[in-house]
Structure formats: structure tokens, C-alpha cells
């Protein structure tokens, strides 16, 4: 809370959850607005003013995505954007699934952490925030399918939410060097990707 930080905050919680909270490393319930007010301006004065992004791999809640497609007029009305009013001032949260579905991820990596990765070791890693979200998305949505005994052909469909009054660019800055793979063609990495548990 007392150092020094960039141009922006960037956190990746990756736990289990439920819609509007993620589970601590003793299994109970971490509300997210607790989490924002822990890193708040009053609580952190070095994060005062700048952006905030954040990245949550995690369980809103148990129903499954069987990916169909449906044209429709209206949906009904849901109560489940409550606890985004509880979201900091400049500030973006990009969720792995929609609210009250699962995420899925197996022993080695999720679907949405890898597509995650995988935007960022690409040129995509030079848009400004909400593009690239845009972008994660896109990867998730056509690029990724559960695998295995249970949950063959289920899908998951990230989501963000910003209140960001600026353009942010995160990755923008050029690196050096990487430890990764070129993942340019995500039809070759994501979609090859087996997922066996939730």
C-alpha cells in the first residue's frame, strides 16, 4: 500500500467463486467489493488516480453453457449488476464467465488465463483496455470448448465491466524478450486446448 507503482494497476486473481466473490486460500467467500476497497485511494495513496484492471479467472455460479444459438427480441430482466456499482473510479474488471455460469479449467490452465496470455504475446497486447477484453472474448467464445467425460461441448463467455473516463494501454511498451510460445494463430493453441474439470 506504501509503494511505488506504474502508469496502472494490473491483478489476476485466479480461486473459486460465486457471483460477486472468490473464495480465499482457507475456502471462504471473499467479497470482491472488499478487494476494491482494500486497493482503494484512501487505503492505497500511491493508487490514487491511476487505472485499475482486473483479471478474475473464477466460478459465477453453477449453470453450464451448452453454446446454442438464439435470436430473440427481449431476455428477461436479471438482478446482476448490483455489485458493480460497488467498482472504483477508473477501474476495469474483466470476469471469465457470465454471471451464475461456471468457468472451466483443469490441472494445468483455464480457458480464459490462456487466452489472456495469449493476447498479450501477440500485437493485440497494444490495444487500449477494453479492446483487448474485446479481444479475450472473441478467443474464448469461438475458440474454446470443454473437453471430457462430463462436459463435452459446454462453453464459456467472458465479460467485462469498466467505469475507465481515459484511454488506458496497458501492454503497450515493447518487451524484449519472452518466455512463451508465438501464439499468432489461435486456432492452433487455444482450440487444441483440454479441459476436464470445472
Keep these: 500500500s506504501r509503494a511505488e507503482h506504474g502508469k496502472c494497476f494490473v491483478s489476476i486473481l485466479s480461486s473459486h467463486g460465486e457471483d460477486g466473490c472468490i473464495m480465499d486460500c482457507q475456502g471462504q467467500a471473499l467479497k470482491l467489493t472488499r478487494i476494491y476497497k482494500i486497493l482503494s485511494s484512501e487505503r492505497c495513496p500511491h493508487l490514487a488516480g491511476k487505472p485499475k ?11 453450464f453453457d451448452d453454446g446454442i444459438y438464439l435470436e430473440t427480441d427481449s431476455a428477461p430482466e436479471e438482478d446482476c449488476f448490483s455489485h458493480y456499482l460497488s467498482i472504483p473510479e477508473n477501474t476495469a474488471v474483466m470476469f471469465s464467465c457470465s454471471p451464475g455460469y461456471v468457468s472451466f479449467s483443469n490441472q494445468w490452465e483455464s480457458m480464459f488465463l490462456k487466452a489472456l496470455l495469449e493476447v498479450l504475446e501477440g500485437e493485440e497486447r497494444k490495444l487500449k483496455v477494453t479492446k483487448l477484453m474485446t479481444w479475450i472474448n472473441w478467443k474464448v467464445a469461438f475458440f474454446c470448448e470443454a473437453k471430457g467425460t462430463g462436459y463435452k461441448g459446454n462453453k464459456e463467455m467472458p465479460c467485462f465491466v469498466t467505469n475507465m473516463v481515459e484511454k488506458v494501454y496497458p501492454f503497450k511498451q515493447d518487451r524484449e524478450c519472452s518466455d512463451y510460445p508465438d501464439h499468432s494463430n489461435p486456432t492452433n493453441t487455444i482450440q487444441s486446448s483440454v479441459h476436464d474439470a470445472v
Design 53 to 63: 484492471i482486473f483479471f478474475i479467472q473464477a466460478c459465477r455460479g453453477n449453470r
